[in-house]
């Protein structure tokens, strides 16, 4: 699996081109349980890469579950299980030679609530991920990273002058933001968010719109949100899921935003995005 099995990354070398044809990732029939439960059935989802998906719908029908899936999370619950399969540039994520870390790596993860390491610095912070992963680098290529993914993140203007001082005593957007960079320099090639501007103020919420709208030139991002102006602004496409009734989740629709948004093919679909439930 070379793709994924490379030793060690130095910055730059994973740079993507935008034209790339493949898709960047790709769910196939997956269905997941937590014990006897099953909550997600035969979703099957292209994530074109260079692209924003949003992942939409009610509470509870499974998305979370879904962004854990694509980045081999989902196994860290010992109840989990899982049925399908997940291709990274037509490779398997849960190929059986494939590292976890190294699934991991590329494919990055920021969630909810802002989760600096609090006992780091800010530059500690954004190259935790080369120490987990395993990536070692000189110090002046390490400074090159923490300056280019903070600016990346939107971050650098902020706290050029403070990079020593701890990443808990920042604002939770400038936390998030540093959950990003933190996450981009390890150059994954997708980004998953799962609510990233949900705990955060409209300022930060745009800040990071902003930032989104250039990483989509380095990498796939997949995003749940709850928020429908938030999904029209940023995603290309959508997929709407839904869980009815204890049901496992579904997709219902999956297409353009501009279509789910403004002409979708399910009165469901119609429904949520009008905010109707
Ligand atoms: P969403 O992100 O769309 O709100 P989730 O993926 O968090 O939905 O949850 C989907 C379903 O799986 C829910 O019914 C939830 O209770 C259940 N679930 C999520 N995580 C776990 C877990 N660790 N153990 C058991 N059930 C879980
Ligand atoms: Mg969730």
New binding site residues.
């Given amino acids: 699996v070379p793709l994924l099995g490379a030793a060690s990354i130095r910055p730059g070398e994973l740079e993507i081109s935008v034209d790339r044809p493949a898709a960047a990732l790709e769910a196939r029939s997956v269905s997941a349980w ?2 006897d ?1 099953k ?1 997600l059935d035969r979703i099957d989802l292209v994530m074109q890469p260079n692209r924003v998906t949003a992942l939409i ?1 009610p ?8 962004l854990r899936i694509l980045n081999r999370m989902h196994e860290l ?1 010992p ?2 299980a899982l049925a399908g399969e997940v291709l990274f540039d037509g490779i398997d994520v849960y190929d059986p030679e494939l590292r976890v870390t190294d699934a991991r790596k590329h494919i990055g993860m920021v969630f909810q609530k802002p989760n600096p390491f609090p006992a780091m610095s800010i530059s500690e912070n954004v190259l935790a991920g080369l120490a987990l992963t395993g990536i070692k680098a000189k110090k002046s290529v390490k400074d090159d990273l923490v300056e280019e993914c903070l600016t990346k993140a939107g971050l650098w203007n902020e706290v050029k002058d403070r990079l020593r001082q701890p990443g808990a005593g920042l604002s939770g957007g400038q936390q998030q933001r540093l959950c990003i960079a933190r996450s981009l320099a390890v150059k994954p090639k997708v980004l998953l968010m799962d609510e990233p501007c949900s705990a955060l103020d409209p300022t930060s919420t745009r800040v990071i719109e902003e930032t989104m709208a250039e990483l989509q030139r380095e990498v796939t991002i997949v995003i ?1 949100t709850h928020n429908m102006q938030q999904a029209q602004r940023v995603s290309d496409h959508c997929a709407f ?1 839904l869980a009815s009734a204890g049901t496992p ?1 579904v997709i219902v629709e999956a297409g353009p935003t501009s279509k789910l948004f403004g002409n979708p093919e399910d009165q469901r679909t119609a429904d949520y995005v009008q905010g109707r439930f």
């Fill in positions: 937590f014990g439960r909550v719908g509470s509870g029908c499974g998305k979370s579950t879904f619950v109840s989990a749940v899921f989740g």
